[in-house]
């Protein structure tokens, strides 16, 4: 009984691991396998710096874009052309495979990673390397957290849950 429970326990924890794990994760695995070759967030690479993406176009484009770049050029798409051509009309490939859920992900972590404009017009400004490298508690760090305490009621829960089921054994055994 007592095996029964850890091992109870520990598959409920890997279980909620793997459910809890941060959306942000998922945007930046992506990202750094499927488009950091051709994108960086805050300089313009073989695609352009994707930094407040988010804020010139909707949601809506970016995620018909992603899929498929050029189905959107060739239906005329105004700004679709226009960047194509600026950015010496190479085709981004389609990731046809990407889930919308999956793309927003993306656009979240580059939210997260785009760094504010005052810092690059502040008039002292050192090279990054020597600014301090903190970061204010981010959307990401909260889910974390969010996550963690969800988990840890959820274990409680059972463990109490366990307790009583034995309880109430005991108790059928004694009236036996
Ligand atoms: C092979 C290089 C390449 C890869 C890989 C790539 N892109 Fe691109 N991307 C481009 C180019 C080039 C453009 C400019 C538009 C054009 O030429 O069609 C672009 C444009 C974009 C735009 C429009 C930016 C704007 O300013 O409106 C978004 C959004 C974008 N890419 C997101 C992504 C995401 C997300 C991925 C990964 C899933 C990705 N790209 C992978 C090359 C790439």
Redesign the pocket.
Known sequence: MKYKIIFLLFSLWLSASIIAAPPLDEGKS??AA??A???NINKNL???A?AG?DQ??SIDW?IS??QS??TM?KSGNK??VA??H????????D?AD?SDAQ?KN?VEYIKIEAKPVEEEKAPFATPSKLRPNYNLPTLHSYSFFIAFFTLVALLIAVLLFAVRVKEYERKMAGSE
Request: charged share 15%; proline share 8%.
């Open positions: 992506i990202f499927r488009c070759a051709c994108h073989t695609g352009p994707l993406v010139r176009r970016i874009f992603v770049s050029q050029v700004d679709a960047l194509f600026k950015f010496n009309n190479i085709p981004m490939p990731h990407l793309i993306i």
